[in-house]
Each structure stands twice: as structure tokens, then as C-alpha cells.
């Protein structure tokens, strides 16, 4: 078997698990100083490392923060809707505001409508002064 042929095909991305395979085995028998031989020697002492932490026990840890995170889930929630209620009811039994008089707000309907009633007969009083001063001067 060639390998600098297939050593080529590697670095080309064009071998296949057999022959990688092949390479490995080769470049961790022989010791020649090369920089390939460091890289496969390299490949093969990480193959060789194990995890510290067991799968299942990963799994069961995994499973543990699950409810911690729906729990917050539903505080976020339950926060929300508390939040939604809270602007619900307020917006619905305050008071509305007809009109400000002097910065007083009136809530009332009829109140209301009394001063705005004033404030147009007012201004038609002026308005019609202001025509009579005009007529005068013409």
C-alpha cells in the first residue's frame, strides 16, 4: 500500500474511514519524526481519552434542571398575566377625565359640559364685540 498516494488524498479530503484508519495504524507503528507522524500520533492519544463524567449520570443531571426551568417558566408566566390583570382593572375603574379647569380634572359629564357651555358663550360674547370695534372702524 502507497501511503504518501493515500497520505495526498487525505489532506484532499478524498480517503475513505478504511484508509484513515490505515493511516493512523501506520504513522503510530512507525516513528520516522514527521510532521504527519506527530499529527496521527496526536489523533490517536485523543481516541484514547475517556470522558470523567459517566452518560447516565450527565443524563440524570440533565433531567434534574428540566423542572427548575419550567418553573421559572410559569413564574415568568403567572408574572405576566398578573401584570395584564393589573392594567385590565386599572384602566377599567378609573375615573375618566372630561375635562381639565385650571388643571382640576372633571369627571363629571354634566360638569363638563357646563364649563365648555361657558367657555363657548364667552367666546361668542368677545367675538361679537371684536365685530362691532371692526364695523366701527370701517
Request: aromatic letters at 12%; one cysteine or more.
Amino acid at each position: 500500500m502507497d501511503y504518501k498516494e493515500i497520505l495526498e488524498r487525505y489532506w484532499e479530503g478524498q480517503t475513505t474511514l478504511e484508509e484513515e484508519r490505515a493511516l493512523k495504524k501506520h504513522f503510530a507503528k512507525s516513528d520516522t519524526g514527521t510532521c504527519e507522524n506527530v499529527i496521527f500520533g496526536a489523533f490517536t492519544s485523543a481516541s484514547a481519552v475517556q470522558s470523567e463524567m459517566d452518560t447516565e449520570a450527565f443524563l440524570a443531571k440533565a433531567a434534574r434542571a428540566r423542572p427548575r426551568r419550567r418553573a421559572w417558566a410559569i413564574m415568568a408566566a403567572a408574572a405576566a398575566l398578573v401584570a395584564i390583570m393589573a392594567t385590565a382593572i386599572y384602566t377599567e375603574y378609573r375615573p375618566k377625565v372630561y375635562a381639565y379647569v385650571n388643571g382640576t380634572p372633571v369627571t363629571d359629564y354634566e360638569t363638563a359640559y357646563e364649563y365648555t357651555y361657558e367657555a363657548l358663550a364667552l367666546l361668542n360674547d368677545n367675538l361679537n364685540q371684536s365685530m362691532q370695534y371692526i364695523d366701527m372702524v370701517k
